[in-house]
C-alpha cells in the first residue's frame, strides 16, 4: 500500500536512487527529476504529495522550482541541499518551503520529516469546518490558506499563515519560540529557532499600522504573543 507520492528533485543520481530506494521501503511512490524544468513538469502530471527538492540544478534552480509550485499549491516542500547558510535557509522558508535538510543527510532523518510532514497535512483535512480567526481589518482563512488584509489578500507562504493563525487563535498567550515551533512545525522539527524570528519580522511587514486593536507583540527574553483588545470572531 503507498503511502503518497514523493517527487525527488536532484542532480546527482546517486542521491535520487539513494532516496528512492529507502522511502519505497517505506511504502512511498517515488518519482525523480534531475532538472528544474523537469520538476515543474513531473509536478503538474503527477500531483506529488511531496517534493524533496535540491537548489543547486541545471535550467531553473530550487528556488525558482518552489516559488512555480507554490503559485499553484501548498503541497510540502521540503529543501534538501548542500548550502548550510542561514541566508540560504531564509531565502527558503520566505519562498514557502516547509524544511530544510542539509547535506550529507541521515536518510532516517529525512523519512521523519515526511512522515512529520504528511501528519500534519492529515491533521488538515481530517477537519472539515472552517478555520478561520477575524479581527478589524484582519482576515485569516485556513481553509483556503488565505490572509486578508483591509480585505485584500496578501501574498503569504503557508508556514507564516499557519503561525499568524496559530497566535492569533490564542490571544494575549505569550509562546516561546520552541512552542510556536512545536505546534507549528511540528515537535520533529530539526531546524532552529531563529525560523520564528523570521517568519515574524516578514509578518510584521504585511500587518504594520493595519489595526490599533491589535498587534504581533516580542516577549523580551521569553517569546511572542498576538495582543488584542478583543476575542476573534
Known amino acids: 500500500m503507498s503511502l503518497g507520492k514523493v517527487l525527488v528533485v536532484d542532480d546527482d543520481n546517486n542521491i535520487c536512487e539513494l532516496l528512492k530506494l529507502y522511502l519505497e521501503k517505506e511504502g512511498y511512490n517515488v518519482i525523480v527529476s534531475h532538472t528544474g524544468d523537469h520538476a515543474i513538469v513531473s509536478f503538474n502530471h503527477l ?23 507554490r503559485k499553484k499549491s501548498n503541497v510540502p516542500i521540503i529543501m534538501i541541499t548542500a548550502k548550510s547558510e542561514t ?33 500534519r497535512i492529515q491533521n488538515q483535512t481530517s477537519e472539515p469546518e472552517i478555520k478561520e480567526v477575524r479581527y ?14 483591509n480585505n485584500k489578500v496578501q501574498d503569504t507562504p503557508p508556514k507564516e499563515l499557519e503561525l499568524l493563525f496559530y497566535l492569533a487563535s490564542n490571544p494575549n498567550h505569550v509562546y516561546t519560540r ?18 520564528i524570528d523570521v517568519h ?22 521569553v517569546g511572542y504573543k498576538f495582543e488584542a483588545d478583543e476575542d476573534p470572531q
Do not use: H
Request: hydrophobic fraction near 40%; aromatic fraction near 10%; glycine fraction near 6%.
Open 47 to 69: 500531483k506529488p504529495d511531496i517534493v524533496l527538492l535540491d537548489i543547486m540544478l541545471p535550467e531553473l534552480d530550487g528556488w525558482q522550482v518552489c516559488r512555480e509550485i
Open 87 to 119: 541566508f540560504d535557509k531564509v531565502l527558503g522558508l520566505e519562498l514557502g518551503a516547509d524544511d530544510y535538510i542539509v547535506k550529507p543527510f541521515d536518510t532516517k532523518e529525512v523519512i521523519a520529516r515526511i512522515k512529520a510532514v504528511s501528519r
Open 136 to 149: 478589524e481589518n484582519l482576515v485569516v482563512n485556513m481553509t483556503r490558506y488565505e490572509l486578508r488584509v
Open 178 to 195: 520552541d512552542q510556536l515551533l512545536d505546534e507549528v512545525w511540528g515537535f520533529e522539527y530539526y531546524g532552529d529557532s531563529r525560523t
Open 200 to 221: 515574524i519580522k516578514r509578518l510584521r511587514e504585511k500587518l504594520e499600522g493595519v489595526s490599533k486593536k491589535w498587534s504581533l507583540k516580542t516577549v523580551w527574553g
